[in-house]
Structure formats: structure tokens, C-alpha cells
């Protein structure tokens, strides 16, 4: 039996009540195999053209980085200290980068992004550039059904778009300059509110305003069933998504073959049939086969584009009616998004001109620590707008998805994150509102917010926060699970003062709780369902067992609730005026677990499965819609014309010496709430750069991997900015310019390495300096580091490395190229060269015996061939032998990465890693 927990309050219990009581009377409801052609340059996708496949109708088939005890620091103090350091290297000339095509204003109405037509692959780096695009082959049948909206994603290294100088303006009374296209918001006029945008709908809450729907549905198809059609080969873990007549879902692609990957896959939303797929590797991940395609694509009506976020980082948006790559980020290479053996991987979420990503991120620079991080981008060009942490060392990753509503008459972007906290951002800027400490470890559930309130479950250890000497101290405790009500209208940390009530033992770690007629619905983990009184947290009625395990969220649509346990069992349930539930239909599916969740758009529902994807329809009924109620309205900006926060923009970007960066700024007011575009901001750079009075960047041409920290100041505020500058090939890394301390005896990796500080060291070993891998950092023993750029194609890497033996134990040491890796397994006795590398789809292994404290030199090369496939090559000797003719292993990859960082993988959990003298080179 779960426990509810005496509500914390301040001053009284009684006030506290009062508040919460008067708050919550003023809650309104209302595949085609791909071609054998190489892809482009910028992406490792293999897209075919749209092809048409007709389902059979209706006729049915049968954990990285922690220290949970590090202090945090209130939101307002969270800002990370700026570090500027250089380290000279060899260059060459830089190809210039090309420029992003100049953002679209918004419009009235929806326009359509055009799509960017790719470059071919060079031998030389090469920057993406976005641009607006037609399609090469004649557009697909549009269906009949209304508009509706998609969100966007950020681009593979971009450059801002030329910075506009607008006049100066007066203070406007509305929040924003940009229209929003928020499904939720008062103000969006460009989505139809029928279709299903985001993975929990237009409200953000799993409900839908549909009526009409079926009362039961059979999965063996047939007459009676109300099964319109079934796809056996889009079985899912992801909940598909609908825009404009248009269903959108990610999944593996040819799994079980050694061309598996993933892919996002349109379907018409009626008839089930293929429209377009666009495939992607999943590559230098630990992911498992089972857990390809994790997330759920977002869509945007405003540009016409869905944006998704594959397993192994690959983060893309794509044209909503070509399938075609508008621009692409590789974010495990750029930012050190962490993707890790479980597969966990965050949600997009589109806010007006951005989409918001998020997750473990292990970067450069004041991000080399591990932190669960926020990145806002312009959703037109992806470029970085806003970059933002929350309490570094989490002791898990995570994959809470985000909620966006106005609370208190402001946007508030609120999500469970990896430290275990609730956190509530500004969306426009990435500044904190409040955090919530919740469990003692990453937060799994989403949250969803009703009036001034944040509902939210989770499965994890409590924690009891506690005031000690002024301060709160969060302790651990001794259950599992909770249900909490959060005042969001709160700032800071409001571990103690934002709670209403929890109810404890309630173990909700995956499934979204509903709101629905002033009941909360809370299905936790064992698939039963309570309702509780969301004043007090009381359970109203007995809890209704649906199965044995949970994981889908629920679906409330037309007085009945929808939904599905993982073991396949599915349920109608019947909501009686009271709140309790009656089971109307229940069933169990003979094939698949289902992970996703149901949707309702235009009057269909559909069900995803790992075995099937199922639309399900009434077609004796005609559906209705009653309509989205009305939202909160965010407060005019006249009540707070006070500028409070300077965003600088690109807040994140990657360049060749020589390239240019036009800066822009904007202003915010406490709220987050825009006030103006700036032009004649005080800029200053610190590092090998240089910056005029209008923001124009140039980065040195005899800079080599360093980093620039650029600030922009405005009267008595300053708004900061950074960027990599990194040469083209070749490299070369032989760490004697690294500075050692004295007293450590430990020096610094180069700073724009990303994911390499923190988990290495440079030290003096026998009077020369190399950088080692430790083995002592918790949880990160095992990782993945980058150097540079993510375009670079058709170079060879290489190292002199020696493994430490401990305890009898070997590490795992390896070289990374174009998305390739080459590792010498300590403990197999084996060298093998790969892309992936817990699937192994094309991985080859051989004998050898890696002796320690012995220097070899290793050396992987890897190219894009003719044919369109990609050939990796690795070699090994001892460094005091002659290099060998012959390579150790050599693979050859049909469906190729043909761009990629060159980098270091290491398993340090048995030994340490010694690397010196690497090398990175044009392949001649």
C-alpha cells in the first residue's frame, strides 16, 4: 500500500492549503532497401526515393557519469566559469564554411520548408550548408486531411545566418517578436488541433478533444474489429506522431542484416501507405539492437518539418513531405551527447523558432564534466540559440520528456532530468525557473502541468529534502517511488516549499499520469491504475489491475481511456461521472511488447507496437471534434520592460581558422519574455580572434585547435558565447606542450577535444608527456572521445598506445575514424574494426594478444569508395618494429558513414591507457 506524505509547507499548513485550493479552481480543461549511390557528405543517411507499400488493409497478421552527493548550487548560480586556453598545431588552408540560408520570418500561414540539396563527399572538409530546397523527384500525393505542425531540428555545423540590424522598436505587449507554433499556446494559429504534433499531443498531456471513437477494438482484423490497417514492418518502441494527413514514426531499419540502422518512416495517416523513409546509421553507440528508435519525432507546421533524434545522436530535421535532410547535427561527436548500453534517448520539443534537445552531455572546455544539458537551435537552421546544464555529475541518464505550458503568466519548459530534479527553464532562453529534487536518481516519467501545478510519478529511491543551517540538504530515502504535486509558480530550489503533497510507494517510473476531469490517473509500473484527488493526493478508489508491467502512457479521448501494458494486454476503459473507470474492451496482442504510446488524430487511433502498427477507426460513426480549450495568457512584456538576460548567438559553434561568425544579440527580461533585437552591443573575444563593433568574428589564420570565448555586453549586462576553432588535417598530438602541474603531477588534454578532459590526464612518463585514460572516474572508465570537425571524410588515424595491467585485467584501446572504430580488446586477445559496436554488423575480428606496459603503434584509415560503400582498414605492431604491409582487419561498410570526427575509444575499467604521437592525416 503507498503512503501519502504530509504536505511541507511555509509559513502554515493552512495557507499553503488555501493557496493550492484557490489555485486549482481557476484549471480550465477545455523499407525499401536504400540506394547503392553514396549519400551525402553531411549525413549518413541513405534516402530512397518515395516509394509506395501497400499494407494488407484490414486483413490482420497474426549510464554514465555520477556524483549524487555533489552539492548544488540554487539555479540562479549556475553559471560555468569561462577558461580560455590555445594549443598551437600544424595547419593548412581552410576551406571556407558556407553559410545557412537566412531564417524564414514567420507567416499567417504554413510555408513549406524547401529541401537542401546535398553535396557530394570531397576529399576535402567540408561544412554543410542549409538551404532552402525543392525535391528532386515529383512530390507525393497529398492527402485530404487538414495542416497541422512538426517541429524542427539543428543543423551539422552551421554558421549563423547574416546578422540582421532591425530598427529600434518600442517594447511590445505581447511576449515574443516570433509567433509560436506550439500545439498548447493561445497564440497558435498554424497547427490543426486534430493532429498529434507531439508524442503526448497538442496539450502536452495524452488527451484529446476527438469524439465519436470506437469503444473496442480487435487486433486480428476482420469485419467488426475496427482495425483500418496494420503495418507488420513498422513495429516500433517509439509513438508515432501526425501532421497534415501524414503519420510520422522512428524504427530499425533491415534489422537483423548487416545494413541495419534506423529510419523515420511517413505513412499516410488513412491508408497506412508508404510515402517517403529516411534511413540513418546507428554507429559508435553501445546501443542495443532491441532499443533502435527510442524517441518519438516531433513535427512543426510552421516550416513543414519533423525533427527526430536517433539513437546514437543523430539529430536531424527533415522535410515533411520530401523526406529529405533540411540539416543535421551529429551530436555525439559535436556536443558529447552521451548514448549509452540502455538506449535512453531524450525527446525534441519545438517552442516557437526553436527546438529544444537535451541529454548527458560530456563536452569541452567548462562542459567537460558530465551534466544533463539543454540545447535550444533555431529550428530552420540548427544553429545553437541557447546552451544551458543542470546539476553537474548525474548519477543516471535519462529520458523525461518535456512539457511546455504558461504557468503564472509565463512559458515554462519543465522536465525530469538525470540529477533527479524536476527542472522549470524558460523555453526562449534556457534560464532557470525552479528545481524540484525528486529521487536519487535520473528521472524517467514526464511531467504534465495542469493550472499553476506539476503532476509528475517516478520509480527511483526518494529522497527527504531538509533545511540545515538555512540551507537544503537532500537525503536518501528508504522507498521506492512517489507521486508529487508541485507549485510551479515558485523560483529557485523549491525542494522544501514547492510541495504539495507526495504520496509515496507508488512506483510511476515510465508511464504519464492523466488529468482528466479534475481526477489524476496514475498507472504505475505493475500496470495498475489509481486515481487520486489531485488536491491531496487521496486515492479516491480501489486501483484497477491492467496486467503484470507498464510502460506506454495512457490516452484519454472521448470519455474513455486508452492504453496497452508492455506484456501486449489492451484495454478500453470507461471514465464514469464520478472518476472511477470500468473495463469496456480488454484483449491481449499475441505478438510484440509495446513501449510506445496510443495517439488520436483526425479521428483515428493508433496503437504502436514492436511487432505492428495499427490505425484503428469507427467508419459506421462520423467522429467529432469538440475543440482544444482555452489556454493561460502569458503576461504582456509592458509589466516587465526591465532587460535581465543577454543571449549572444550562436551560443555554441565549431570553425576553420580564418572562418567568420556574425554574432547576434537579443534581450530578455527576467520572465524570458523577448524585449529586442540589439545592435550596438559591446563585443570583446578572448582567444585567437578577432570581433568588430557589429558582431563579426574572424578566428586567426594561424589559429590551431583553441578556443574563443566571445562576450556581448549591453549597458550593465553581458551575455557570453563560445567556439572552437580547429584547423583542417593534418593533426599531430604529441602533448609536449602541455603545462604539468607541480603539485598533481597531472596536466590538461587539448580543451577542444570534446568528451577527452576529466577522464584523461597528460603525465611525464619516462621524461616524455602522454596523455593517460584513468580509471578512476566514476562511472566513465568506458568512453568515447572527439577532436574536431564532423564533415572530415577519407583520413587515417593514428597513435602510439600502451595498456597498464591491473589485477590481471587489460583495457580495451581504439582509434575512431569517419564513424569507424579500430579496438584492441585486452581481455579477448582480439583486434576487431567495427561501427557499431554491441550490434557488430559488419565487424571483423582477429587474434591478438595485447602484452602490457609494451608501446604499440596503431593506425586506422578509412574511405569512401567509388561503388558507394566505405572501407576501414586497421593495423598493429609493436613501435619498435617495422610497420607491417599487410592491414590486421579490414571491413567494408554497404551502407557507409561517409563523414566523421576523428577520435579515441577506451575501456579503462581494468587498466590505464597510455596514448602519445597521434596522428591525423589526408589519406593520399
Known sequence: MFRLKAPQQFPTSASAALVLALSLLVVSFGCTPPPSGRPSHSNTTLNSPATTTTPAASTPTTEEAADPTAETKPAEEMKPAETPETKPAEEAKPTEKAKPAEPAKPAEEVKPAEETKPAEPAMKPEATKPAEAKPEEAKPASTDTADANVPAEKPEM????????????????????????????????????????????????????????????????????????????????????????????????????????ERVVCVDAKTGETIWENRFNVYLSDVPVERVGWSAVTCDPETNTVFALGVCGHYQCIDADTGKTVWMHKMHEEFGLLTTYGGRTNFPIVYEDLVIISGIVIGWGDMAKPAHRFLGMDKRTGEVVWFTETTPLPFDTTYSAPSIKIVNGIPQYVVGAGDGKIWSMQPRTGEHNWSFSFAARGLYGTPIIEGDTVFMAQGEENVKPKLVDGKIVIDVDNTMGAVVSVDATKSGDISISGQNWKVVELNGNRSAPLYVNGKLYVIDDRAKLFVLDPKTGEELFRKTPLGTKMFASPLYADGKIYTITENGRYYVLGVKEDGEVEILTKGRLKDGAAIGSPICAQGLLYFPTTAALYCVGNEANKTGFSGLPPQPAEDPVSEDPKPAHVQVIPAEDLIYPGDKIDYRVKLFNSRGQFLKDVDSAQFSVEGPATIDEKGELVANKDAGHAPAYVSAKVDDLTGKARVRIVPPLPWAFDFENININEKTGKGEPPITWVGARYRHVVRDVDGNKVMVKITTIPKGTRSQSWMGHSDLHDYTIEADVMAH??????????????????????????????????????????????????WYHMKLKVSNQEDGTAKAQGKVWKKDQAEPEDWTVEIVDEVPNTTGSPGLFGNAKTGEIYLDNIKVTPNS
Open 805 to 854: 595491467e591491473k589485477e590481471g585485467q587489460l583495457p580495451d584501446i581504439g582509434l575512431i575514424a569517419q564513424g569507424y572504430e579500430f579496438i584492441l580488446m585486452g581481455n579477448e586477445s582480439k583486434a576487431k574494426a567495427m561501427t557499431w559496436i554491441t550490434q557488430q554488423r559488419i565487424a571483423q575480428g582477429v587474434d591478438f594478444k595485447l602484452e602490457p606496459e609494451v
Open 158 to 261: 552551421t554558421k549563423p545566418a547574416e546578422k540582421e540590424t532591425p530598427a529600434e522598436q518600442p517594447v511590445a505587449e505581447v511576449a515574443s517578436a516570433k509567433k509560436t507554433t506550439t500545439a498548447a499556446s493561445a497564440a497558435a494559429g498554424q497547427a490543426d488541433p486534430q493532429d498529434w504534433l507531439y508524442w503526448r499531443g497538442p496539450e502536452f498531456n495524452g488527451i484529446s478533444r476527438a469524439t465519436g471513437l470506437p469503444d473496442s477494438w480487435n487486433p486480428e482484423g476482420g469485419e467488426g474489429s475496427n482495425v483500418l490497417w496494420k503495418r507488420d514492418d513498422l513495429g516500433t518502441r517509439s509513438t508515432p506522431v501526425v501532421m497534415n494527413g501524414k503519420l510520422y514514426v522512428l524504427c530499425s531499419a533491415e534489422q537483423g542484416t548487416p545494413r541495419e540502422g
